[in-house]
C-alpha cells in the first residue's frame, strides 16, 4: 500500500528553528509537495521537490532524498503565525496526490 | 470570483437527504479534485477530473458523485446522506504539468445528522 508518514505534533518557540520530516512509500514517484494549512483554512503551497537536494525559499527550505524516501521542511526565525498544520503529499505513478495526515505546528512565545 | 470557490461553506444535513456541494474555479485549469479531511486523516480523493467532460474515482468514492460538464464546474453531489459522510470537504484544482500546485477552495464543512 501507499502510506506517508509525518509527526502528528511539534512544539517550537518563537525565534527558532524547526524542522518537520516525512517518509514515503508510494507506487513511483513524480515529486513531493508541502502545504500549509491554518486551522479552519485551505491548505496552501509552500514547495515542490522532485529532485535530491534542498530548495530554498526564504524562511522556508524543503529536503528531498529519493533513495530514503525522505524528505523534511525546515522553517527558521520561527514567528508565532507560523503556527498551523504542515501536509506532505506524494505524486504517484498516476500523478495522484497522496497525502500524510499532517503535522500540528505549534509556536510558543 | 478570484481562484477557486466552493459552496456553501458550512451544512447540517439530515440523514438520507440529497446533497450537491458546488465547486467553481476561474484560472481554467483543467483537473479538478474533491477532497474530504478528517481529524488524524490526510486528505482523501474522492473523485477527480482531468478534463472537462471526464471523472475518475479516487479512493473513497463510495456514496458520492461528479460531473464535469465544463472547465470552470465540478460539483459533488451525496445521493442519500449518511453520518459516516460528516467531515470537510476541499475542492481543488491544478494547471498542466506533475509540478503545478494545486489550489484549494476553502472548504465545506458537513454535518450529517
Known amino acids: 500500500g501507499q502510506n506517508i508518514d509525518q509527526p502528528t505534533e511539534m512544539t517550537a518557540t518563537e525565534g527558532a528553528i524547526v524542522q518537520i520530516n516525512c517518509t514515503y512509500q508510494t507506487s513511483g514517484f513524480n515529486g513531493l509537495f508541502w502545504y500549509q494549512q491554518h486551522a479552519g483554512e485551505a491548505p496552501t503551497f509552500l514547495s515542490y521537490n522532485v529532485l535530491d537536494g534542498l530548495e530554498e525559499k526564504g524562511r522556508f527550505s524543503s529536503f528531498l532524498s529519493r533513495s530514503k524516501g525522505y524528505s523534511y521542511l525546515l522553517l527558521k526565525e520561527l514567528q508565532m503565525k507560523d503556527s498551523a498544520s504542515y501536509l506532505c503529499a506524494v505524486m504517484d505513478s498516476n500523478y495522484q496526490l497522496i497525502w500524510g495526515a499532517g503535522t500540528k505546528l505549534i509556536i510558543k512565545p | 470570483i478570484a481562484g477557486i470557490t466552493q459552496a456553501p461553506t458550512s451544512q447540517i444535513l439530515a440523514a438520507g437527504r440529497r446533497m450537491t456541494l458546488r465547486c467553481t474555479q476561474d484560472?481554467?485549469?483543467?483537473?479538478m479534485y474533491w477532497y474530504r479531511q478528517d481529524l488524524g486523516l490526510g486528505l482523501r480523493l474522492i473523485h477527480y477530473?482531468?478534463?472537462?467532460?471526464?471523472?475518475g474515482k479516487g479512493e473513497v468514492p463510495d456514496g458520492y458523485s461528479v460531473s464535469r460538464a465544463n472547465t470552470d464546474d465540478f460539483p459533488l453531489t451525496l445521493a442519500s446522506a449518511v453520518p459516516s459522510q460528516t467531515s470537510v470537504y476541499f475542492c481543488?484544482?491544478?494547471?498542466?504539468?506533475?509540478?503545478?500546485?494545486?489550489?484549494f477552495g476553502q472548504g465545506t464543512r458537513l454535518t450529517v445528522v
Open positions: 477530473s482531468n478534463t472537462a467532460g471526464t471523472t
Open positions: 484560472m481554467r485549469h483543467n483537473a
Open positions: 481543488a484544482s491544478s494547471g498542466e504539468g506533475s509540478s503545478t500546485e494545486a489550489f
